[in-house]
T-cell receptor
Framework: GQSLEQPSEVTAVEGAIVQINCTYQ??????LSWYQQHDGGAPTFLSY????GLEETGRFSSFLSRSDSYGYLLLQEVQMKDSASYFC??????????????FGTGTQLKVEL | GAVVSQHPSRVICKSGTSVKIECRSL??????MFWYRQFPKKSLMLMAT?????????EQGVEKDKFLINHASLTLSTLTVTSAHPEDSSFYIC?????????????FGPGTRLTVL
């Protein structure tokens, strides 16, 4: 099976840089995605890595190291509106025809003034 | 981006009744839809994957007779929670993927909060 671990909570002050880590275990790794979810809302797609390295999308960047089974989401200049839950999710090519996403445990980000 | 809607957004029902939740892709054809369950402050747990016109594939531990899934058209999938009990109270979220999109383009609905009394 698959497992993904994230810190349960991260607190930061407005304007800071925040890094949310994700370690995973899966036999047929294909790619790692990141989603944001505000309380009571739908998850929204943020970023995706299939290859090692850094992907940048505005204030959000995501990094992947396949050899370390590790990735992180980087949020630059965090704002109050970034307070939400962040999930990493892995696609495993060996399960469900490669169509399924397995989500991590989630990290609650609290941004303070 | 693509829009997925869910209806109802919130439902309260009595124990023993059945509840149907609809998931619609509004501006694209969804060949595959996914149903998730989420408990407060917890992760999304995949319940089942449904492909249009075929039977849903349920995850281990999910009772298919309890959670009936129908994907009758390319824009609509329904989840029916049969004989609901308080332990079925949860946040149910669907997502949809089109035939032409890349795999990571999985668009989520706003969710349905089910409370069983």
């Amino acid at each position: 099976g698959q497992s993904l671990e994230q810190p349960s909570e991260v607190t930061a002050v407005e304007g800071a840089i925040v890094q949310i880590n994700c370690t995973y275990q899966t036999s047929g790794f294909y790619g790692l995605s990141w989603y944001q979810q505000h309380d009571g809302g739908a998850p929204t797609f943020l970023s995706y890595n299939a290859l090692d390295g850094l992907e940048e999308t505005g204030r959000f960047s995501s990094f992947l190291s396949r050899s370390d089974s590790y990735g992180y989401l980087l949020l630059q200049e965090v704002q109050m509106k970034d307070s939400a839950s962040y999930f990493c999710a892995v696609r495993d090519i060996l399960t469900g025809g490669g169509n399924k996403l397995t989500f991590g445990t989630g990290t609650q980000l609290k941004v303070e003034l | 981006g693509a829009v997925v809607s869910q209806h109802p957004s919130r439902v309260i029902c009595k124990s023993g009744t059945s509840v149907k939740i609809e998931c619609r892709s509004l501006d694209f054809q969804a060949t595959t839809m996914f149903w998730y369950r989420q408990f407060p402050k917890k992760s999304l747990m995949l319940m089942a994957t449904s492909n249009e016109g075929s039977k849903a594939t349920y995850e281990q531990g999910v009772e298919k007779d309890k959670f009936l899934i129908n994907h009758a058209s390319l824009t609509l999938s329904t989840l029916t929670v049969t004989s609901a009990h308080p332990e079925d109270s949860s946040f149910y979220i669907c997502s949809a993927r089109g035939s032409s999109g890349s795999w990571n383009e999985q668009f989520f609905g706003p969710g349905t909060r089910l409370t069983v009394l």
